[in-house]
């Protein structure tokens, strides 16, 4: 069923009058949102709702591929908005990503925003999972979604996006026992961005805080003073450690319960 087709059903049962031109209203609300958000503007609650009365009747596995529903499930998938079901941002996130890769093309600006939307559900829904076992399989869904996003970054010759995903990554490893790989992936990417001419603070805290929060849920705490020592030579300001953006960074890490899983912990029939 099609976007339009979708929403003529359900208006010729509720609304037979005037549907072809809420749906166009809907859709012109839903197209001028997606250029303000892509301006980075926060507040997205009325594009929220806009979306939501778009998508009331409409299957995300049974929707044919369309620009303008791959651009509102986007919107879905990221919202904060109250009273947002999360339920299906992972299944409208998976359209847009298909949808994206296949009228726009894998390398497209919307396609990358759709893969990044889709890992960042996958890995939400695994920091809620109700048992061990689930969140095991939904961090492994969105280490792989970040493995094609990494694929893509390269492809496009951006390295600071590739070491930010590859971090991003690392945190479900992390998050899944695979302590050291991670811990070492991100030790590599902080490196990376030392050596960065021109580098942006922002991106350097996102990824030390994350970093030493790895460091001291497993126990490494020498390790984590030494990079905080580091981290306070090269980030000033708003970002060193101990401002409020670099407890952020670290508060995505150490918000997630890391000592049933660390590698350290383990037993050996575990490992
Ligand atoms: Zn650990």
Known sequence: MSFDEGHTRRGARHDPRGVHQTIRAARAVVASYVRVLQEELDDDGEAFFQVEML???????????????????????RSCADGHDHSKNIAWA?????ANERLRGPLHPRTVTAIAVLAEVYETRAITAACRRSQAGLYGQAAEVYRSLIDVYEQRCMPVAVDQARVRLAVCGHASGGCGEAIRT???CWQNWCRIPQRWPADGCEIAGRYTAMLRLCHRSDEADAVDVEARRFLGGDFR??????????????RRRHEPVCARNLRLDQL
């Open 55 to 77: 998508f009331a009747d409409l299957d995300p596995a049974g929707s044919v591929p369309d620009r303008d529903l791959a651009d509102a499930a986007i919107i879905y998938a």
């Open 94 to 98: 998976t359209y847009a990503r298909d």
């Open 186 to 188: 991100t030790g590599q």
């Open 241 to 254: 450690p101990g401002s409020s953006l670099f407890d952020l960074a670290a508060g995505d890490v150490s």
